[in-house]
């Protein structure tokens, strides 16, 4: 069994944000921090702030789930607030972040088979099918982009590390286990 802790009262916001129609959410999308020894409070505050998504400042953490790399799970957002993590995706999918630094070597595996488990529950409160969990980077549009007929990686989130075939097999697993994924609210 895994906890969820819902922080999302405590993180700062730097303005009211967009809602948007929950309904409407039909994919989830992987990510991480891509710095040395960030969680969830330092992603908070530099979302907020000024920073490579808007001068202004994002209005909340861009995401909606963190994953420590001990595997504890936070909730950050609720679903209704439109987070800004995938620019055109952003009104359809849900945002989950593994404080990773996305270099060579792979996150710790109790990292990765709790952002999993976290996924896989997700995946079963959306109706969705595990083939709609994607990679920050495998979304055209913000992690790949059409160059003259090409397609070109401009993003390695989650890190180049994180075999997304293998993670939605993780994911696959996570739900068909006895009781399904185990992710409770604390």
Not at 29 to 51: I, K, S
Not at 57 to 81: N, Q, S
């Amino acid at each position: 069994m895994r906890w969820l802790h819902d922080i999302s009262e405590v993180l700062p916001w730097s303005r009211d944000p967009e809602a948007r129609d929950v309904g409407g959410i039909d994919t989830v999308v992987l990510h991480c921090t891509a710095m040395p020894d960030w969680n969830v409070w330092e992603t908070a505050r530099y979302h907020t702030g000024a920073n490579h998504i808007s001068p202004d400042g994002c209005p909340t953490i861009a995401y909606a789930y963190f994953v420590e790399p001990d595997g504890l799970l936070y909730r950050c957002l609720p679903h209704d607030v439109r987070s800004w993590h995938v620019g055109p995706w952003n009104d359809r999918a849900i945002g989950v972040c593994m404080a990773y630094e996305a270099c060579d070597d792979a996150p710790p595996d109790e990292q990765l088979a709790a952002a999993a488990d976290l996924i896989g529950a997700l995946v079963l409160e959306f109706g969705l099918s595990v083939d709609r969990v994607f990679g920050h980077r495998e979304l055209e549009g913000t992690g790949v982009m059409a160059e003259e007929g090409y397609m070109i990686r401009r993003k390695e989130c989650p890190g180049a590390a994180v075999d997304m075939d293998r993670f939605r097999r993780m994911v696959a697993a996570a739900i068909e286990r006895p009781g399904g994924p185990g992710v409770r609210t604390a």
